[in-house]
C-alpha cells in the first residue's frame, strides 16, 4: 500500500532527459516506484492525465528568511510549486547577529512585523525555523554583510587582523551549523566596503566545507564585465565554486553586455573552475529605496545615514554624485516605490518617484531622500532597467538556473502588506507559461531542470531535484497548457494557476490549486 500514487502523467524527471509516460509511488515521504504501477494500490491516488509530474522546484534564490515566522504556509511560493527555498542570499541572514546588528534586527523585525528577530548563530536559527513547521523546505547561506556588521559595524575600512579572524570563525561556526555557503551583497553596505581580498580569505573557509559562494556583484550596470571577473577570480584563489546572483545589465547604455558575461562564464568553466547564475524572468528589479544612495552615506548605521540626509548642504553634495548615475539606470519614471511603513505615505505604493514628485512638487531625489528619512530607511523600491533580450539570453544559457530574488508572502495579513514586486508570486509559473509555451525559448525537460536538479546540485541537496526511487517526495503536477503567472506589475498580488498538485516528503500542500493546510517543510542542514 503506497502512501500517495500518481497516475498517467508525463514524467519529466529534472534531468532534461526527454519526458516519458509513467506513474509515481510514494511511501514514507520517498519516492518508491516509477512504472506502470496502475493496478497497484494507494490510500490517495492522484489522476495526473495531460499533464507533467516534475521534481518540486527549488528557488536558489530566496529572501523569505523571516516569512515562516510570520506566516508558515508559504503561500505565494508553494503556489508556484517552490518546495525548497534557499535563504540567506545578498549577504544578509539572520545569524548570527551580534551585539547592535543584533539589536538593529530586532527592532526592525519589531516595527515591521510585530516581532522581535534576530539570532546569535546560524543553529539557533535554524532550530527556530524548524519549530514554525513550515509548508516547505528551508536551507540557508550565510550572509557576509550579517557578519560584518556583528563584527565590524557600519565601518568603511579594513578589518584588523584580530577582525579577520572572528570573522572567519563566524563563517566557519556557520558551516558546522548547516550552512551551505556564503553570500555578499556587494551593493549594500556593510558589505559594499570588502575588499577582494577579504571576500576570498572567507570563501576558503566555505571552500574547506565544500559549500559555495552567492554574490549580489558589485555594479550590475557600467562595470558588470569588471564584477563578474572579480567573482571568477575570488573563485580561483579560493577554489570555491561560485553562483552569480540574479544576473543581468541595468540601464539602457549596458543593454547587450550579458552576451559579454555568458562568455566569460563560459570560458572559466572550460578553464575547470565551477561558476554558474540564476535568473529571474522580469524586466524590473526591487530592493530598498536606499540602494541609491552612495557608499559614504550609509557609514556609521542608519541613524548617521538619516541624520546625513536632513543636512541641506549633504542632500545637495548626494544629488550631484548619483543624479546622472539613476538617469542612465533609466530615470525617475521608472523608479517604483513598493512599500512604506507608515499610514502616511501610503497612497505612494505603486507610484513612480517622478509621479510623486509631480505631485507634491518636489524633486525625484527629494522625494526620495524625504521618503527615506520619514520611513527610517523602511521604504523599498522596484525598478524597470532590464531588457528583455537581455533576460532572454541569461534564461536560455546552459549555466543559468531560475531564481525568485523574491519572498513567501500572501493575499492576506501582514504579508500582503505594499505593491511588491511580481516575481514573489510569479516567477516559476512564468517560466513555463512564457518561455516554454509561448515563446518555446525553452524545453519544459530544460526548464524545469533550471529549478529542479540544478538548483539542487548547485547547493549540494543531493535526495532532491530528480524523479528516481529512493529520493525526497517532493513533487510537481502542473498542466503546461494552462499554467499562468498571473500577477504583473499593476496587480502583483496574485496567486498562479495551473500548477494543480504540489507535495512536500511526500504530503501534499497543494491539491487542485489550493492549499491543504499541511505542513510538512523540513530545514535542510548542509
Not at 534531468?15 to 504501477?37: M, Q, R, Y
Not at 566557519?172 to 551551505?180: E, L, N, P, V
Not at 541624520?307 to 545637495?316: A, P, Q, S, Y
Not at 496587480?491 to 491543504?516: A, W
Request: charged share 25%; proline share 4%.
Amino acid at each position: 500500500m503506497f502512501d500517495v500514487l500518481l497516475i498517467n502523467g508525463m514524467v519529466v524527471d529534472g534531468t532534461g532527459s526527454p519526458w516519458f509516460h509513467a506513474d509515481v509511488a510514494v511511501k514514507n515521504g520517498k519516492i518508491v516506484e516509477i512504472g506502470n504501477l496502475r493496478r497497484k494500490k494507494a490510500r490517495l491516488v492522484i489522476d495526473a492525465k495531460g499533464m507533467f509530474v516534475c521534481p518540486g522546484f527549488i528557488d536558489i534564490h530566496s529572501h523569505s528568511d523571516f516569512s515562516p515566522f510570520v506566516n508558515p504556509f508559504c503561500e505565494s511560493k508553494v503556489k508556484q510549486g517552490v518546495t525548497t527555498e534557499l535563504v540567506g542570499n545578498c549577504g544578509y541572514s539572520l545569524a548570527p547577529l551580534l551585539g547592535e546588528a543584533l539589536e538593529e534586527a530586532k527592532k526592525y523585525h519589531k516595527e515591521m512585523y510585530g516581532m522581535e528577530a534576530g539570532w546569535q548563530s546560524v543553529e539557533e536559527y535554524l532550530a527556530a525555523l524548524e519549530n514554525t513547521r513550515p509548508a516547505i523546505n528551508y536551507a540557508m547561506l550565510v550572509g557576509h554583510g550579517t557578519i560584518r556588521k556583528s563584527v565590524m559595524g557600519y565601518e568603511n575600512r579594513k578589518p584588523t587582523p584580530v577582525e579577520m579572524r572572528y570573522m572567519k570563525k563566524l563563517v566557519d561556526d556557520s558551516m558546522k551549523q548547516g550552512a551551505f555557503g556564503l553570500s555578499t551583497g556587494l551593493i549594500y553596505p556593510p558589505g559594499s566596503y570588502a575588499s577582494t581580498e577579504e571576500i576570498f580569505e572567507l570563501c576558503k573557509v566555505v571552500a574547506k566545507h565544500n559549500g559555495f559562494y552567492a554574490t549580489h556583484m558589485r555594479n550590475e550596470s557600467s562595470k558588470l564585465v569588471e564584477s563578474v571577473e572579480e567573482a571568477i577570480e575570488i573563485g580561483k584563489k579560493s577554489a570555491v565554486a561560485v553562483q552569480i546572483s540574479h544576473h543581468k545589465a541595468c540601464g539602457q547604455k549596458y543593454f547587450g553586455k550579458v552576451k559579454e558575461t555568458l562568455k566569460l562564464i563560459e570560458e572559466t568553466r572550460s578553464k575547470g573552475y565551477d561558476i554558474t547564475c540564476d535568473v529571474y524572468p522580469y524586466i524590473a528589479t526591487a530592493t530598498d529605496l536606499d540602494a541609491i544612495l552612495p557608499d559614504w552615506v550609509h557609514e556609521g548605521g542608519i541613524e548617521k545615514m538619516i541624520e546625513r540626509l536632513k543636512n541641506g548642504n549633504t542632500r545637495k553634495k548626494i544629488e550631484q554624485q548619483i543624479d546622472s548615475v539613476q538617469r542612465d539606470m533609466g530615470g525617475y519614471e521608472k523608479i517604483y516605490i513598493t512599500y512604506v511603513s507608515s499610514e502616511k505615505n501610503r497612497v505612494f505604493q505603486g507610484k513612480s518617484l517622478a509621479e510623486i514628485a509631480r505631485f507634491l512638487n518636489k524633486t525625484p531625489l527629494e522625494v526620495a531622500f524625504d521618503l527615506i528619512v520619514e520611513e527610517r530607511a523602511k521604504v523599498g523600491m522596484m525598478r524597470f532597467a532590464m531588457d528583455e533580450e537581455d533576460v532572454k539570453l541569461v534564461i536560455k544559457s546552459p549555466y543559468s538556473m531560475i531564481g525568485s530574488d523574491g519572498s513567501a508572502l500572501s493575499t492576506s495579513g501582514i504579508l500582503s502588506k505594499g505593491h511588491p514586486h511580481p516575481r514573489n508570486f510569479g516567477t516559476f509559473p512564468r517560466v513555463l507559461a512564457h518561455y516554454v509555451r509561448e515563446s518555446k525559448l525553452l524545453s519544459v525537460e530544460e526548464a524545469v531542470r533550471k529549478m529542479t536538479s540544478f538548483p539542487a546540485s548547485r547547493i549540494g541537496l543531493l535526495d532532491r531535484g530528480v524523479l528516481r526511487p529512493g529520493m525526497v517526495a517532493d513533487l510537481v503536477v502542473f498542466d503546461l497548457e494552462h499554467v499562468q503567472d498571473l500577477a504583473d506589475f499593476e496587480d502583483p498580488k496574485c496567486y498562479p494557476k495551473g500548477i494543480v498538485h504540489v507535495l512536500v516528503n511526500g504530503i501534499p500542500v497543494v491539491r487542485d490549486e489550493q492549499l491543504t493546510g499541511e505542513r510538512p517543510g523540513k530545514v535542510l542542514r548542509k
